[in-house]
Structures are given as C-alpha cells and as structure tokens.
C-alpha cells in the first residue's frame, strides 16, 4: 500500500461525522457475537473501546500488561478534559475548540478528525457524568469548568487534581461490567508480543503471559492497539515506568505507518532532575500556572548564588527578577501554551540563569496569589499537588517558590490512522496517544483524555463495523494457522536471542544511554547536525545493545528485567526512526523545534513544504524506512504564524 | 438480585456482633444499676428487693433466655470471627508493627472476650448458678448479698474480679462505638458523642462493677 | 546512607519463601524507595543475582501498583503515602528495614513483592459501576448533584486500588476498598437505580474471595494512602442492611 488513503468524508467540515455515521455499514446484533475483536490496552482508550464493542454485543478480548485494566496510565493525569459545552457561556463552541486545538497544534492536525472530537467531545462529559464520575461542581450542584492550558475560555472538567484516575475508574467500571457479563474476556500482565496478519489483515496477536513467560496466540477479526505514548524512549519522562513502544512498533514492523514521530511534548511544570538515580520525572500540573508565575533572576550572579545556596529566592528583589513568560508573552503570560513555555524555560536555563545546581531549572511562584487570595484559598485550589510536591523535595510551596523544568511528556506522533482510526493494515485500529491523530505538532492541555475517549466511545464503535460488516462470513481462524506458529517462532526466537547475550551491560545502561542522546539531539531544540550525529550514535547503541546486554533469569518465569529488555530494544529502532523524521521536516512547529528554523527564538513554520503528515513505512532495521506524506488540506481555517504574544 | 446472607456473610456477622455487643451493654447498665443498690448501706434491703424481681420475675426470665441467647450469639460469632480472620492470612508478616496504625486492644477483642468470658463462667458459678439451683430444688432465693460479702472476702476473688473489669473496660473502649460503626450508624457530626459516650460507659460501668467487690473487701458495705 | 535490608524472596507461588538479608551504601535521602531498591536491584543484576520482583508503573502515587509491606507497615512509615512515595529521609541512616509483600489469602504471591490482586477486579465486576451503556446518557448538567455529596463522592473515589487496607488489617479485610466504591455510588444520584443490588452483589464477591471481616480496627484508614475514611465503611453496612432487608 503505497498512497495514503485518509478516507476523510465529503460534505461541510461539521456534516462529515454525521455523513459518515448515516452511511456507515452495520453489523446486525447476531452476527456480532461472531464477530471478535481484540483490545490491546485498557487505558482510557481501550478501556472505553473494549466496553462499548462489548455492550453493541461484539466478542472481546482485552490486554494489558499491568496487574489491572485500572492501572493504565491515564490514572496519572491531573489537569482536566476539555469538552466543548459552553456551560460557563463564554462564548465557547465546538468550532472554537476545533479551531483552538488545530491552532495549538500548529497547524499539523488533520482539520476532519479534529473536528469530530470537538464535536464528540460534548457527548464524553455526559457519558462520564452518567457514569458517575464525581466531577467539581458549583454550589448550585452544576459541573464546574476551569481554563487549562493556553485556551481563553473555560471548558476543562476536572475531578480534583485526579480527572485521568476519575474518567479511568469510569471507564473501567464499564469494562469490568462487561467482564462480569462475561462479554469481554480480560488479560491482563499480559504483554503484545506480534501482530499476526493473514492476507494483508490483521487477524490477531501473539501475548507473553507476564507471570509464566509463555507466548500465547489470541485470534481477532479485528484488532485494536491502544497502548498509550512512547515518552520513555528518553528514559526520563512522566510516562509510568511501563509505557512503551512495543505494540505499536510490533505493529509498525508488520505494515502500519508511523506518524510523525519526533513529535514530543516537552511539559514545562515537572519537578526537575536530582541525580542519576532518578527513575521518572513528576509532572506537576499545567493548572498551578493559572496562578503560579514563572520567574528567573534577571543576572546571572543571582542565579549562580542561588545555584551555590548563597541566595533565596527571598533575597531576589521584586525588580530582580525576570517574569519572562509575561515579558515575552504579554496577552498569555504564563499560560502560553506548552511547547513555548519550555522552551522560554530552556532559553532562560541556557542563559545561565536556572536555579537549581544542575542549572536547570525555574521558580514558579504563588507568592503573589497567596496575598490575593489567601493561604487557604490556593491550598484548596491545588489540593494534592502541593503535599506532592513538598513530600518528593522536602520544601513547602506556600513558603517558597516551586522549582520546576520542562521533561518529556506526551507524544503526539503514532501509528498513522485514517479517518476510521485504521492503520495501513487492514483490520488494525489504533486509537489513544498511541495514534497520532489529532493534536498536531503540539498538544494543548486536557485535550488527550477528551482524544482517548472519544476515539474509544465514540468513533470506534461506528468505524469498526464498517469494516467488520464485511467480515461476517470469516469464520474464527484456528491459532494453529501457519501465520500464527510464525509470528510466535519469530517472538521466541527474539527472546532467546536477547536473553541468551549475557553481555555487561545492564537494561538500564542502555535506557538511559537511549534518553541521554534523545534529550540531547531530538529533545527541546533539534538541529540537522545533531540528529545526523544522533543516528548514528543510536546505531552504534542498537548493535551494542543485542552483543553486550545482560538480562538476569529465564524466559519461563516472571522476569520484569526481561520485559523492559524488549521495550527498550524497541525504543531503541524507535529512537532512530524519530531522529529520521526530525531531519526530515526542515522547518519549525510545535514540539519540534530546529534551531535553524526560527524567528527570534518564535519557531518557522514552513507551510509552503512541510504541511504534511509524516508517514513512515518499515523496510527493515538496517535500512532507511520509506517516507509516505499526506497532505494536509485547510478548507475551513486560515492557516496563521502561531502567535501567543 | 442475588441473594444476601444476612448472617452468615462478613457484614451479616458485624451486624450480629454490634446488636448483640449493644444488647450486651444494655444488660450491664441494668445489671450495675441494680448491684450498684449495695451502697445504700441498708445491709442490702433495696438491692435484695430488686434482686428478688429479677430473679422471679416471668418476664426477666425470658428476658434472661434472650441474654443468654445473645451472649452465646455474641460468643460464637465473635469466636467465628477470630478463626475466620485468623484464616484470612495463611502466611503471616515477618516483621510487623501494628501499634503504628492500632490500639492493641481493638486487635484483641477475641482475647478480651474469651478472658470475659472465663470470668461469666466463675462468675454465674459464683452468683447465678447456685441461686437459680436452690430455687429450683427449695423454691427459695439465695441472700445474694451475704453471698457477695462471703466471696468477696477472699483477696484472691476480688483481684480476679477487678482484673475482669479491665478486659471489660477494653472490650468496651472499642466495643462501645465499634457497635455503632456496625450497624452503620458512623456519621461525622455525631462520631464525636459516640466516641465520648463509648468511652465514659467504658470507664464507669466496669469502674462500678470493680468498686464492688473493693467495697465488700474493706467493709464499705454493711 | 546505609540500610540494612531484609527482603522477602519467593521464586513463585508454590515455592517456599524466606527473608534474605542485604546492605546498601551510598543511598541519598532524596531517593524514593524504589528508587533505593533499583540500585539494590543493579548491583544484583551485576553480580549475576536475581533481582528483587516487585510491582510499579506510574511512580506518581496514583496507579496503585506499587504495594510492599516495609518495616512492618503497608506503604511503609509515611502517612498517606504510596511505596513510590516514600523518600529515604523517612528512615535513620543505618536502619534495618523490612520489606515484604501484602500479605493475605486473597492477594496471593506470584513472585518475590508482587501479588495477585485480581480479587478487587472481581468485586468491581460485581457492581462497582453504573450501568449505562455508551450513548444513552443524558445532558451532563441535567442532573444537579449537590456539591458536599459530590465532594464526599470524590473523597470515596479516590481510592487507587493499592490493596494497602487489607495488608493492613490484622483481619486481611478488604472493607475499606469495597466500601469506598458503593459510597461513591451511593452518594451520586446516579449510582441509585442499582444501590441494593450493587451493595449484595459486591459484598458477596468480597467474601467469596476469601478476605476477612471488619471488626472495627481502623488499621486501613490509618495506612490507607488516599485517607479513605471509615465512615464509607458505616455506609456500606446500611447499604448492604437495607438492601437485605428488603431483598425479595
Ligand atoms: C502525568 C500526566 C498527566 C497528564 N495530564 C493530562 C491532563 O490533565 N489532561 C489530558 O487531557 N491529558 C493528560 N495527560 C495525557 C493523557 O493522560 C494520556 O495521553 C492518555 O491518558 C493516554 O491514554 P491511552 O488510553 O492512550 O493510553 P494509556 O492510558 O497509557 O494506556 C495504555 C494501555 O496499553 C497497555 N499496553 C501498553 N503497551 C502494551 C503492550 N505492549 N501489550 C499490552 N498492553 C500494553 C497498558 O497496559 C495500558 O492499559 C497526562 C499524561 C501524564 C503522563
Ligand atoms: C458482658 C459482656 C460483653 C459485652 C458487653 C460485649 C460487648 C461487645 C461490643 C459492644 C462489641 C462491639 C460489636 C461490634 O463491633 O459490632 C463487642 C465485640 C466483640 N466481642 Fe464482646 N461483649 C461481651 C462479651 C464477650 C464475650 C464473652 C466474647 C467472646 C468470647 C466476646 C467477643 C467479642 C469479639 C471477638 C468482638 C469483636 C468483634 C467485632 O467487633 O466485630 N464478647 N463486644
Ligand atoms: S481504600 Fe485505601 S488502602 Fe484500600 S485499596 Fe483503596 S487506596 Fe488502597
Ligand atoms: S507506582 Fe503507581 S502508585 Fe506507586
């Protein structure tokens, strides 16, 4: 499959959801039951997805490689989920989330599948609220909305500093429902191992049982992956410490696309890095910038003495200090959105004037909204994430400033899908931040919950049976079929492979050698030749990594270092794959940020050449992978330089 | 619906356990009230009176089958209960440090009961078993109070009685609003009463049962 | 800092375990615990030994993977606080620390740290859910729910599933978990239709599964990491009365 159909409706940009719902085929409730399908992750994506197929009646089997679906990492976020409700009259609509989201995301995003989900994203709150899902709500017992993230109305629903965890728990109580109605058939510490195709369709997987180490073949009519983002592929991110590539890689070594992988958010509020040792990096709210303010010293002396502990922040005085994102950025301030946020912090870092002793690092300050507000009012505004922060740095931010740095965060490249969420393999959906659907070259703020679930609520439920309608006549293929002996053979003899090395090295080395040159090269600034070099230290890297790796125990047990072996063989083909497309786009946007391509430190977007969706196609492992484009088409929106000033 | 098993299953068996533990404590309060009769000092007249109504009495009587039911109820739940959780753990902790998270005698509640319950056994032999045995074969009642003065003369007697009094007062000191928390009856604007009534009936009753024995042991009562 | 460990190994379920005695240098206070047990687990790897099983993933507090029973206590000293939360500052230089899993019938071991804590998705399947399928809802806001009743709702929900209340429990109870799922639903408007059911139902499985029965202690909410409060206990035992009560 050479050109990329992105099967995009015609008809007006609010009618093609409608359109295609209308004239979508279906599948009648009989022929459902035959009908399976496979769910590879339960986050907020599968988890909605898997229950949902479940309840229209299809057979499911769900995967995750946690000991619950409950754990997925969706449970981490905090912020909020945008729905386009207009519930504070505020002049919001879903063109006006549409619009903002395909802006935030620097005019990378695909303009039909951006506006579904802000159609659909009016239908998730409902859903949630229906669920049970204790939202905020005002006085009046009406849900409460705030403003999150470079948006100037007030549409993020939020659950405490717990939203992620609250629409999980949503979404996994539906799912165990359909569990307990014997509906879905739930696997979990169970990690993809393959995708199995027959005929060019997917048909299936191939798990390895956590627990026994056994390779197991599961057959699907279809099969879904929503298996999250690839922020670990720099060791340190906010990412759990089991988020991986692997599935969508498996997948992307079997025919899917990938989409724009050097697409990273980098979040500007997680608490910097300490010490070596450091195993993930704390994300702290984007919401503490609502009345927090980002400041640096104006001279390098104070920075340096607060860096020597000579200084506090305290002895900074008011005319001392450089509030540089209400410099820069006068009409957002400190909530201009977060690719511009980091880099601003990264600028002010690089100036000499970070304020912690590595020298990367910022203040970010309530002082000021504690004299507006009062002590109690901002400790009740950001509840947990205070206690949080003094538990893990041992220092109280209603005293002192918070310090904070930018770290990896969300990727918004994936699996490349079209309009139906199906990959370039027929029959293989991927939904989640484990797509690169709809945000671009840069995220906005509560905006990958309302994706996830959309696309596992609302759009799959519809696209799946278009394609599913036609596979009714396709009986159960047995697991015995030489594609599923293959995919497993091919799995063993991997494992064997990695585990019989007994190199020097340990996992770890090797992960965080991968972070070290991801940050360096294809983190916050990129150049062309940087990630020339990159690649090939990446290289270097991968051929170490199968010669001199060390992984303790056998194959036929619980080994956790054996599992994370295979996640970081993957990241480490990935890591390559995302210096390629870096190289490639030859201009600046959102996440991505070539140094050669700026205004002033404002990145250059070049419309004229690069307004395209990356679309990798695996050759193999040593050689170069083939670039398919997609051409992004504007029809309702003007495209503009991103301006946040 | 399915079906609940409103005895047998975990909260069934709390429910049990707080209804009769209340049921239990509703006993003591009438029995120290009628005891606590000795320190008119009217060489028993008034306690005698009320003694002999509850001792013959038709109505007390049932009342009497309905404690004893209960205890036994309380007993062996509360005992069913000791073994189950004790089950629920195969394999214990190495190493653990409840006293962080715990008072020692909410853990052992199974322990006070059954050092409770050893007391009752002495204590009905004492008291109970023999008044109710002379009434059945003379039809007469025993002077219970004569019959207090005797035991409690003997040291020993009131050193074992004052020592049941604590295992009551701890079993209380949970027990009290344990039974309330049972029965659902936990509410954050009442907690606080509940906890203060728990611990002053903790305190007084088994203080007035103790002061008993002390009383006759030094002459106080005549 | 210098610690001297004792860890609970067990190389799979039916094999015999036992605690094993390890030291540690060069441990920083800053450190959370399982940060401190990476290192202990490099110097393992690199020696050729076996590292130490244990569960985590989010590393934030919130997954409710991370579940070791330290120094006789679940999640450790810390209050309101997960193993991933627990900094090394918590301890004395020197210390001897124990670590094992949760322990209980119902959690069993499936290596090392780690346990099988699918008995609480059963119960959840049981009922810890409103039943509404995907598209029926309703407007949001068409249903106000007064905002304290909202707000007990999240305090209930706020559980993360740890397990760190049975391990707790001198009786390996699993109320505190259980309760704080029919509370949230019992305090939302739409968790009514299928409040008795939910209450049987849940309970049912929760005793099937072999845990404990609540006496009251309070252990859990002590070491529980997310603050659930007794209370949601108190409202599970009317929920479950009333739904016995009147069940046909
Ligand atoms: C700290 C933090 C805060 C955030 N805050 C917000 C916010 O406020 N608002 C917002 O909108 N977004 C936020 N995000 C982003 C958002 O949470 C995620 O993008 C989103 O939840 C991803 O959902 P998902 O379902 O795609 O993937 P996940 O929730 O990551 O789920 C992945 C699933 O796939 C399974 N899986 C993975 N690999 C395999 C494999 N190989 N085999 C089998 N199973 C596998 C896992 O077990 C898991 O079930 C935040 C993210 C983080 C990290
Ligand atoms: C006069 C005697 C007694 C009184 C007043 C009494 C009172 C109580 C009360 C109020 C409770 C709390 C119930 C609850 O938490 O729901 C309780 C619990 C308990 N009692 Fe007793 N009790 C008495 C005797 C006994 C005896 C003789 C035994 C056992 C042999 C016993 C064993 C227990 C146990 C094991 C519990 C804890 C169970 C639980 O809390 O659920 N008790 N008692
Ligand atoms: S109630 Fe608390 S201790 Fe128990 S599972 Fe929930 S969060 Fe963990
Ligand atoms: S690892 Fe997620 S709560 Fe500790």
Redesign the interface.
């Known amino acids: 499959m050479s050109e990329l159909n992105s099967k995009i409706p015609t008809g007006p940009l609010a009618e093609k959801w409608d359109n295609y719902k209308e004239h979508a085929k279906l599948v009648n409730p009989a022929n459902k039951r035959k009908l399976e399908v496979i769910v590879v992750g339960t986050g907020l994506a599968g988890a ?1 997805a898997a ?2 197929l479940a ?1 229209l009646g299809y057979s499911v089997k769900a995967f995750c490689f ?8 969706s ?2 976020a905090q912020g909020g989920i945008n729905a386009a ?1 207009n ?1 504070k009259n505020d002049g919001d609509s879903v063109f006006r989330l549409f619009y903002d989201t395909i802006k935030g995301g620097d005019f990378r995003a695909r303009e039909a599948n951006v506006y579904r989900l802000a159609d659909v994203s009016r ?1 998730i ?8 899902v ?10 409460d909305n705030r403003s999150f993230g470079g948006s100037q109305v007030s549409r993020t629903f939020y ?2 500093g ?1 939203t992620g ?2 629409l999980l ?1 949503g979404a ?3 799912l ?2 359909q ?2 109605l014997g509906n879905v058939k ?1 696997y ?1 510490r169970h990690e993809m191992a393959d995708v199995v195709t027959i005929d060019g369709k997917a048909r299936g997987i191939v798990a390895r049982n956590l ?1 026994t180490g056994e390779l197991e073949r599961y057959f699907g009519h279809a099969v879904i992956l929503a298996t999250g983002g690839y922020g670990n592929v720099f060791f340190l991110s906010t990412s ?3 988020s991986n590539v692997t599935a969508a890689w498996k997948a992307h070594k079997k025919g899917a696309y990938f989409g724009n992988p050097c697409y990273t958010q980098i979040h500007p509020t997680c608490i910097p890095v ?2 070596d ?4 990096l ?2 702290m709210s984007e919401s503490l910038r609502n009345d927090g303010r980002v400041w640096v010293p104006k001279s390098k002396e104070d920075a340096k003495a607060i860096r020597e502990g000579k200084k506090t922040a305290a002895d900074i005085k008011e005319d001392d200090r450089d509030y540089y994102l209400e410099r820069k950025y006068p009409s957002f301030g400190n909530l201009c959105p977060r690719d511009i946020a980091s880099r601003a912090a990264k600028e002010a870092c690089d100036d000499g004037r970070g304020i912690v002793p590595s020298g990367l690092g910022v203040f970010l300050d309530f002082a000021d909204a504690i004299k507006r507000l009062g002590v109690e009012v901002v400790k009740a505004r950001y509840g947990e994430l205070f206690p ?1 922060y003094q ?4 220092e109280d931010p209603l005293k002192t400033p918070m310090k904070i740095y930018p770290a990896v965060h969300y990727t918004m490249g994936g699996l490349w899908v079209d309009y139906e969420l199906m990959t370039s393999v027929q029959g293989l959906y991927c939904l989640g931040e484990a797509n690169f659907s709809d945000h671009g070259a840069n995220r906005l703020g509560a905006s990958a919950l309302m994706q996830g679930l959309a696309d596992g ?2 759009v799959i ?1 519809y696209t799946i049976g278009n394609y599913l309608s036609s596979e009714i006549f396709t009986k159960a293929i047995p697991t015995d079929h030489p594609a599923f002996v293959e995919a497993e053979e091919a799995a063993r003899e991997r494992a064997e492979k990695l585990i019989g090395t007994k190199g020097k090295k ?1 996992v ?1 080395d090797f992960h965080k050698q991968l972070g070290k040159i991801m940050w360096e090269y294809c983190g916050m600034a990129r150049t062309a030749e940087g990630l020339t070099h990159a690649r090939k230290l990446i290289q270097d890297l991968r051929k170490e990594f199968w010669s001199n790796v ?1 992984i ?2 056998t194959l036929n ?2 080994n ?2 054996f599992d994370k072996a295979g996640r970081v063989a993957d990241f480490i083909e990935l890591g390559e794959l995302m210096v390629i497309d870096a190289l490639d786009r030859n201009e600046s946007c959102g996440g991505h940020f070539r140094l050669e391509y700026q205004d002033e430190g404002e990145a250059k977007r070049d419309d004229e050449n690069y307004a395209y969706v990356s679309a990798w196609e695996h050759t193999s492992v040593e050689a170069d992978p083939i670039l398919h484009k997609e051409k992004l088409v504007y029809e309702n929106i003007q495209l503009q330089v991103r301006s946040y000033k | 619906m399915q079906n609940s098993v409103l005895i047998t299953s975990s909260i069934g068996k709390k429910l049990i356990m707080g209804l009769t533990g209340l049921f239990l404590v509703f006993f003591l309060v009438v029995h120290a009230s009628i005891n606590g009769c000795i320190w008119f000092n009217d060489e028993g007249k008034t306690f005698l009176y009320y003694a002999h109504f509850m001792g013959t009495n038709f109505l007390v009587h049932i009342a009497e089958v309905g404690l004893f039911g209960g205890l036994i109820l309380h007993m062996v739940d509360g005992l069913l209960l000791w073994k189950q959780n004790r089950d629920a753990r195969p394999v214990k902790y190495a190493y653990s440090n409840p006293s962080a998270n715990s008072k020692w005698y909410s853990r052992s509640m199974g322990l006070l009961g059954t050092l409770i319950l050893f007391f009752l056994i002495v204590h009905l032999r004492n008291f109970w078993g023999p008044n109710r045995l002379n009434q059945i074969t003379t039809g007469e009642e025993l002077n219970l109070f004569q019959l207090m003065q005797e035991d409690f003369s003997n040291l020993w007697m009131v050193v074992f009685y004052v020592a049941a009094c604590f295992s009551l007062f701890w079993h209380l000191l949970h027990g009290f609003k344990s039974a309330f928390q049972s029965l659902g009856l936990n509410n954050v604007k009442y907690n606080k009463a509940i906890e203060i009534a728990g611990t002053a009936f903790a305190i007084i009753v088994p203080l007035v049962f103790a002061l008993m024995p002390i009383s006759f042991y030094f002459n106080l009562v005549h | 800092m210098k610690f001297n460990l004792k860890v609970w190994r067990q190389k799979n379920a039916q094999a015999q375990g036992k605690l094993v005695d390890y030291t540690i240098e060069n441990i920083i206070p800053d450190m959370s615990f399982l940060e401190m047990v990476d290192v202990l687990n490099d110097n393992l790897v690199r020696k050729g030994e076996d590292p130490i099983a244990f569960d985590h993933d989010c590393r934030e507090g919130i997954c409710g993977m991370c579940s070791m029973y330290i120094s006789g206590r679940a999640h450790g000293p810390h209050h309101a606080a997960t193993t991933c939360q627990l900094y090394m500052r918590s301890f004395k230089d020197g210390d001897t620390i124990y670590v094992e899993p949760f322990r209980a019938g119902a959690f069993p071991i499936i290596k090392d740290l780690v346990t099988d804590r699918s008995a609480f998705d059963r119960i959840i399947a049981k009922g810890g859910f409103v039943s509404v399928n995907t598209g029926q809802a309703q407007d949001a806001n068409n249903l106000p729910v007064d905002k304290a009743d909202a707000e007990k709702a999240m305090d209930a929900a706020a559980c993360i599933g740890c397990g760190a209340c049975v391990a707790a429990c001198p009786n390996s109870a699993a109320m505190l978990f259980v309760s704080a799922k029919i509370s949230q639903l019992a305090l939302l408007p739409q968790g009514g239709p299928e409040r008795n059911n939910r209450a049987i139902n849940m309970v049912n499985q929760m005793d099937e599964e072999g845990f404990g029965n609540c006496t009251n202690i309070g252990a859990c909410e002590a070491e529980c990491p997310k603050e659930i409060k007794l209370t949601n206990i108190a409202r599970m035992n009317r929920e479950y009365l009333v739904a016995s009560l009147i069940n046909e």
């Open positions: 909605s229950a949902s309840e946690q000991d619950s679906p409950r754990r997925a990492h449970i981490a409700k519930y239908n709150i409902d859903q949630c609220v229906a669920q049970g204790p939202f905020a709500r005002e006085y009046g017992g009406l849900l659950a405490r717990q965890q609250q728990l996994y109580g539906a165990e429902r569990i307990g739930m979990a627990i759990a410490m089991g300490t010490g040792y450091q195993s993930k704390t994300l949080m538990n893990i740095t041992n609520y609302f439920p340990t770890d060390n303790p125990g047990e619980f956790p270092e």
